[in-house]
């Protein structure tokens, strides 16, 4: 839902930096890798309840994040690249809700409901986007079509940085964003539904054809 004017509001300072980066010779892979061992470091820092420095390195693992895909079209992007930033987007996501399980006890009903919701939500993405891609659906400009939602990625930075800020709130803070991924879970669901349940455009009617002796196969004529 911000995700939009998020990108209007940072995309020029994030491309100003990619095309320094670029002149550099950074790789985008270097600056995924990077960003990815940053969150990670987020994570182990939220675990051990250290949550300026958590704050501090989730911030960074976003910006890092904003960093590569601005990078890679100005380099050429891949598919690797693509596919390792989801695979590293993913896997930081999932481990900070597990390291605020381990540091707040009383949160870890709630971390269980927003891995769930995750597993749902991303079920139905990955699912989905090949899906329309496949019936002509364009995207805008990343590597995979991007289904949005009522809780995209900057709704998750923010929610994260909360967490961060309020460890006290933790599980207050966790059951209202679970209640937003389960919502933007069955948005995408009730996308996937109505889409995939209209005819693809330019597909042919595939109903058999019933056979006269004019359209038989020669060796099938009596």
């Not at 950074?26 to 470091?41: D, F, K, Q």
């Not at 930075?157 to 389960?182: D, I, K």
Request: glycine share 12%.
């Amino acid at each position: 839902m911000l995700d939009a004017p998020a990108r209007r509001a940072l995309g020029p300072g994030l491309d100003a930096a990619a095309a320094g980066l670029d002149r550099l010779g950074v790789r985008p892979l270097a600056v995924t890798g990077l960003g990815w061992l940053v969150g990670l470091a987020a994570c182990v820092a939220v675990a051990t309840s250290h949550w300026w420095t958590a704050l501090v390195l989730w911030l960074a693992n976003r910006l890092l994040d904003g960093l590569d895909g601005p990078l890679a079209r100005r380099r050429g992007a891949t598919d690797l690249g693509g596919y390792l930033d989801l695979l590293a987007d993913f896997s930081v996501y999932g481990g900070f809700v597990l390291a605020v399980g381990v540091a707040v006890p009383e949160a870890r009903l709630a971390c269980l409901l927003l891995l769930l919701t995750y597993y749902v939500s991303g079920t139905a993405f990955l699912t989905l986007a090949p899906l329309l891609e496949k019936r002509g659906a364009r995207g805008d400009g990343r590597s995979v079509l991007f289904v949005g939602g009522l809780a995209e990625g900057t709704e998750t930075v923010l929610a994260y940085a909360v967490l961060c800020l309020l460890p006290g709130h933790a599980e207050t803070v966790l059951w209202v964003f679970a209640a937003m991924v389960a919502l933007t879970a069955l948005q995408r669901i009730a996308l996937g539904v109505r889409s995939l349940g209209e005819r693809s455009p330019g597909i042919q009617d595939r109903r058999p054809l019933r056979t006269t002796p004019e359209t038989r196969p020669a060796e099938e004529t009596p």
